[in-house]
């Protein structure tokens, strides 16, 4: 077996893929259930009539959309500091190292 996947690792693959399906079941039966037009209303009397379950889901998607917009400048800084630091751990390997001159004790 290799390193890190016993026993134990195929039977979470097994219950995760459960999981997964179990929550494709439970969104596509909301899906079904909510298929009634809403209308959104916008500025100016602009309307929009569509399935209920497509604009929760348009609402969903644009959540996630600018919470990933959001956290962008984060990881590009984190990008930059990684890289700096790699770049200066392998500046301290290439220098040689300093050898301590040989002390003598006094007798």
């Known amino acids: 077996m290799s390193e890190g996947r016993g026993l134990g690792g195929g039977v979470l ?19 079904v259930g909510n298929q009634d037009l809403v209308t959104v209303r916008y500025f100016m009397d602009h309307t929009w009539q569509a399935p209920l379950v497509l604009v929760l889901f348009m609402a969903f998607a644009v ?20 890289a700096r630091l790699t770049r200066e751990a ?3 390997q290439r220098e040689p190292h300093p050898v301590p001159p040989e002390r003598t004790l006094p007798l």
Do not use: D, E
Request: glycine letters at 4%; zero cysteines; hydrophobic letters at 65%.
């Open 13 to 31: 693959r097994v219950i995760t893929w459960i999981l997964r399906i179990l929550l494709f079941l439970v969104v596509v039966s909301f899906a």
């Open 90 to 92: 392998a500046a301290r």
């Open 63 to 82: 959540g996630a959309a600018l919470g990933l917009l959001a956290i962008v400048p984060t990881m590009l800084r984190q990008r930059r500091r990684i």
